[in-house]
């Protein structure tokens, strides 16, 4: 059974794999907000490191690593 925060994850992965690469911060950012995604996302959207991303599991891979902290 999925909970919230699975829906949450394959949504934000649904929305990063709509992004063409290399794509920068700002653009991965407004592309969530474009698409609504919860508040807690957007946050952590809003703490990435300030760089291009090469792909999806890069975005992700930075918001697992503990460097998005407020």
Do not use: F, N, W
Not at 26 to 52: F, M, N, Q, S, Y
Request: with cysteine; charged share 35%.
């Amino acid at each position: 059974m999925e909970t919230a925060e699975d829906d949450k994850e394959t949504e934000l992965r649904q929305v990063l794999a709509e992004l063409s690469y290399p794509a920068d911060k700002v653009r991965i950012v407004v592309c969530a907000e474009v698409h609504d995604l919860g508040t807690d996302v957007r946050r952590r959207l809003h703490h990435l490191p300030h760089r291009r991303y090469c792909s999806p599991s890069e975005v992700l891979d930075a918001l697992s690593s503990g460097t998005t902290r407020s």
